[in-house]
């Protein structure tokens, strides 16, 4: 459609000399522009070198978190718990900080979905012969409205998403964390044990020897007593190795090298708590961060088929062109146009290719909640069956075998009693020493399993009722340990 204005045109010679000067400040402009993105190609390879450890450099610098503040750096030492080395860790991780990167990068679509496109500037020669004329046209092209917000509200559901996997990884990488400060504590205090049970065993062989300078017992009571101590020997060293692997575990978790040095813990104390089956699903389906990236995605895809429902319709194209007319009035047209979506195929497959991603993200989200509902429950009963095996150790178990290693100690010296059977009670009591040191470690892991299950949520909902340590489990830890009070003289 051309229309020609009804006010006197600009003389040729000055709008030809106005229009070629911007469109060369247009061109000047762009080539004034950054280096683009293949311009490193073109560089020297030293500079592109010195680029690119500036770039790895800047990777490898661990972001601030909202857990650790910009430039905290987390001492570590004998009362770091667990919670000290999650945040370290979601500190210090690449995978984290890469999917930072991500998110960050995702978040500049955004502006780019919405954005219109570029005006099209066109110069065209006319065909008459020996003319030096041109016609010259400026061109926008815009959407069907509601196009450009689907496409921002689809960039902004990945946007989204990608929060989501940000926070799934947070959390995932502080609950790997949690365990292998556990494991690291089962294998110290494993080797804490050992040792005192050495030291309860060396009392037992000096009582053997003893009784066998004053003729009250054989050669091979001193023999077995000396073959149960090479045995805790190996034991230390088995436990040694165990201490050494946890440390590298943990290491690789904090981003630092496998044989930077990891303090022993001190001792802690078991967290007893009673909860709930239905508040703490209701906690997973709510806060799980899997699930909300899943329902993100499942929002993008409905925007995907509002977009190509939209598709079909035509965009209208808007310009302007100018003719500059020798001795005559320049000459003006104002354009409209559109497109003819006349390949409807292509609509079609794109609806049903949109439809197919609702339904899949649907069914993914589906089965996820399952996963996330079985993780919790199966960490919920691990809880519960660790706390039960601590509780019954603390206050049944150990007590009656320390009595009977007491008993069989003092039977043994007075000659009533045979050194198979208090070595037989010495190394069950050392089993079940460190079968409580598992249950205790077991208890911090399914605490880290539980709680990652949940999306980090924490404290944990606890009914009215619930308790916490039982006060005679409290008064027992307030005791001298077994092996002080076994410290007698042969």
Not at 34 to 52: I, K, N, S, V, Y
Not at 211 to 232: F, H, I, K, M, N
Not at 454 to 483: K, M, R, Y
Request: with cysteine.
């Amino acid at each position: 459609m051309n229309v020609t204005p009804a006010t006197p045109g600009v003389r040729s010679g000055v709008a030809w000399r106005a229009i070629v000067l911007a469109a060369a400040a247009m061109i000047g402009t762009g080539c004034a522009s950054p280096p683009g993105p293949f311009d490193a190609w073109l560089d020297e390879p030293t500079a592109r070198d010195a680029r690119d450890a500036d770039l790895r450099a800047q990777a490898a610098q661990p972001a601030a978190t909202a857990d650790a503040g910009e430039g905290e750096a987390l001492a570590l030492g004998p009362e770091s718990g667990p919670e000290d080395y999650a945040r370290l860790a979601v500190q210090r991780s690449p995978t984290v900080r890469a999917a930072r990167y991500r998110l960050a990068g995702l978040s500049q679509r955004i502006p780019q979905e919405t954005s219109l496109d570029d005006p099209m500037f066109r110069v065209m020669r006319l065909g008459r012969t020996g003319s030096t004329e041109a016609e010259l046209e400026l061109s926008q092209r815009f959407p069907w409205p509601g196009k450009l917000d689907a496409q921002g509200a689809v960039a902004q559901q990945e946007v989204a998403a990608a929060a989501a996997e940000l926070e799934r990884i947070k959390q995932q990488t502080a609950a790997a964390a949690r365990r292998a400060f556990w494991q690291l504590y089962l294998a110290d205090r494993s080797i804490e044990q050992t040792q005192q049970s050495l030291r309860v065993l060396e009392q037992i062989r000096d009582i053997a020897q003893a009784r066998l300078r004053a003729g009250a017992a054989g050669q091979a009571d001193a023999l077995r007593a000396g073959v149960e101590l090479s045995e805790v020997d190996r034991r230390l060293t088995a436990l040694q190795q165990q201490r050494d692997t946890a440390a590298a575990l943990l290491n690789r978790l904090l981003d630092r090298s496998a044989d930077a040095p990891i303090p022993t813990p001190a001792p802690l104390e078991p967290t007893f708590v009673e909860l709930e089956q239905d508040a703490i699903l209701t906690l997973a389906a709510q806060h799980h961060p899997s699930l909300q990236a899943l329902r993100e995605q499942v929002a993008a895809h409905r925007q995907r088929l509002r977009l190509a429902r939209l598709s079909p319709i035509p965009d209208l194209e808007l310009g302007v062109s100018y003719e500059p007319m020798d001795g005559e009035e320049d000459e003006w047209w104002f354009n409209v146009g559109f497109n003819l979506p006349i390949w409807t195929r292509r609509y079609e497959a794109e609806q049903r290719q949109a439809r197919a991603g609702v339904l899949e993200s649907l069914a993914q989200l589906t089965d996820q909640q399952r996963q996330v509902f079985f993780e919790a429950q199966s960490a919920l009963l691990a809880l519960q069956s660790q706390q039960e095996q601590v509780r019954m150790l603390r206050e049944q178990i150990l007590p009656q075998a320390r009595q009977a290693l007491e008993a069989g100690l003092a039977g043994y010296r007075a000659g009533s009693a045979d050194l198979l059977d208090v070595l037989d009670d010495w190394q069950r009591l050392l089993a079940l020493e460190l079968i409580h040191q598992e249950s205790v470690s077991g208890l911090g892991i399914a605490l880290a399993d539980l709680r990652e299950a949940v999306g980090g949520q924490w404290p944990l909902p606890t009914p009215p009722e619930a308790t916490s340590e039982p006060a005679a489990t409290q008064e027992a830890s307030l005791q001298p340990s077994w092996a002080q009070r076994l410290e007698v003289q042969p």
